[in-house]
């Protein structure tokens, strides 16, 4: 199926690896054009190296805590492919801790992230996407934004202000035909596990190890999901056949799950 995503151009924050790279590189196979930002100038490079994008790939160090250079970053986008029809803010990490290992500035620092990965690059590119004729915004989120974990207690927390934002843009910004929807992530093998897994020194295999981890987590499933799992579901949304959803939320998690909402 054609997702009509060819010519059309999209921005990806934090683009140099794991979900954000696998939608990167599903956005180039639908002939979109892609501009990628993230914080670290080698990964950034290594992962632009390993994609065909050719003149339809941008890439940019950008720290999305900082307005002006997502600013900047946009701009550039904007000018080299001449419009701007689609926004992936991707960019984010975890924090695995509980209540009393936080800091003030753990609190902070977390919820800064996370806003900010959000409003700085809506802010900049809004107005390039009021012009486009199918304009998307998909924040990827978690799910633990609806099932909070104890031991992620400020980033449960940042991540569940972030699913009320996306409602509450996708009714703000409907008028200016920009759709906002998000999709929340369940466990996906991406570099923070195998650094996890690493630190532990379990005496596990990974595979062992990734087994018993989505048991401990309640994944229906038994695995641990591919960032190319998630791409799908976030080009999806982007693309102009999905034009009635908006202000959704997509989980995409392997069937963990401790409610209905």
Not at 34 to 39: E, L, S, T
Not at 132 to 142: E, L, M, P
Not at 149 to 159: D, M, N, Q, V, Y
Request: charged fraction near 25%; proline fraction near 2%.
């Amino acid at each position: 199926m054609d997702l009509g995503l060819a010519d059309r151009t999209v921005l990806v924050t934090g683009g140099s690896s794991g979900v954000g790279l696998a939608t990167v590189r599903a956005l180039l196979a639908e002939g979109a054009n892609v501009a990628a930002c993230g914080r670290d100038a080698g990964r950034l490079a290594d992962a632009a190296a390993g994609l065909d994008g050719g003149d339809r790939l941008l890439t940019a160090v950008c720290d999305v805590r900082d307005a002006d250079a997502v600013r900047g970053f946009v701009d550039r986008a904007a000018e080299r492919f001449g419009r701007v029809d689609g926004l992936v803010n991707n960019a984010g990490q975890s924090r695995m801790k509980r209540l009393d290992d936080t800091t003030a500035e753990d609190w902070r620092d977390e919820l800064e992230l996370k806003f900010a990965g959000v409003l700085h690059p809506l802010k900049a590119a809004r107005g390039h996407l009021r012009d486009s004729d199918a304009a998307s915004v998909v924040n990827v989120n978690a799910v633990l934004a609806k099932q909070p974990e104890p031991r992620l207690i400020t980033t449960g927390a940042a991540r569940a202000g972030i699913l009320n934002l996306s409602k509450s843009l996708a009714v703000e910004l409907a008028a200016e035909g920009i759709r906002v929807n998000s999709v929340c992530l369940g466990l996906i093998d991406t570099g923070q596990w195998t650094r996890r897994h690493a630190a532990e020194d379990s005496g596990l295999g990974y595979g062992e190890w990734q087994a018993r981890l989505a048991a401990d987590r309640g994944v229906a499933l038994g695995r641990l999901g591919r960032a190319e799992e998630v791409a799908y579901a976030v080009v999806t949304l982007l693309s102009p056949r999905a034009s009635y959803i908006t202000g959704t939320a997509i989980d995409v998690c392997g069937g963990v799950g401790r409610g209905i909402l």
